[in-house]
């Protein structure tokens, strides 16, 4: 089953970049990676897909190597309520079970 | 956007009763799946439902049983609550995988058992 790896924790200073990594090194040729942020055990919130190329959107950009083996999220200027635990999400392959790294807790510090 | 509706938020249930949990999605999206979530444990899928009265097993779906009669509604059973089954439950509808349509996700239902 494909699976994603991301570090348990990250902090990251207010107005900067922040940097969320993830592996996913078992993802088929047409499955897209999905980024969702859950706040206080609400229900995750969207952010960001893609299948190949990097995306940009209002909220944030997604860096996707060009083996599609690993991407970064980037929140361009990180402020207090980007604080959560985000979760890159995939496919396994051939299958429609969408699975879940343990998620990366992103503390933005004032 | 996606809508994912779940029927409580919060419910507290005793060990031994048999708990229904009901997810409604607005999207008629052909895929739903249930998930809990503990702390330390990330999400985990219970159970998937990829066409009305299809389902298939998650990775743990031991104490727990679903029904999709409707497209729309994907219902979680607890045949007999037990305390550890006291988690946050997730609800989700998706797309078919591959199609880059969004995955939308309900508020969650913390459920208690005593």
């Known amino acids: 089953d494909a699976k994603t790896t991301q570090p348990p924790s990250m902090d990251c200073a207010e107005g900067r970049a922040a940097n969320l990594p993830c592996n996913h090194s078992?993802?088929?040729?047409?499955?897209?990676v999905y980024w969702y942020r859950q706040i206080h055990s609400q229900g995750p919130q969207y952010i960001i897909h893609?299948?190949?190329n990097n995306e940009t959107n209002e909220m944030a950009s997604l860096i996707i190597t060009e083996d599609r083996k690993s991407s970064t999220l980037i929140l361009p200027h990180a402020t207090l309520r980007d604080t959560a635990v985000y979760y890159c999400i995939v496919t396994t392959s051939g299958t429609y079970k969408y699975i879940f790294g343990t998620g990366t807790r992103l503390k933005v510090l004032a | 956007d996606v809508k994912v509706t779940q029927s409580s938020r919060y419910l507290v249930k005793r060990t031994g009763e048999k708990v229904f949990l009901e997810c409604v999605q607005d999207m008629d999206h052909e895929n739903m799946f249930w998930y809990r979530q503990d702390p330390g444990l990330g999400l985990r899928l219970i159970y998937f439902s990829y066409d009305v009265k299809m389902k298939e097993k998650g990775d743990i779906p031991e104490g727990y049983s679903v029904s999709r009669e409707k497209k729309e509604r994907f219902s979680l059973i607890l045949e007999s609550a037990s305390t550890n089954q006291t988690s946050m439950y997730l609800c989700?509808?998706?797309?078919?995988?591959?199609?880059?349509?969004?995955?939308?996700f309900g508020p969650g239902t913390r459920l208690t058992v005593t």
């Open positions: 989700a509808s998706s797309p078919p995988p591959g199609t880059g349509g969004l995955i939308g």
């Open positions: 893609g299948l190949k």
């Open positions: 078992t993802i088929s040729g047409n499955e897209y």
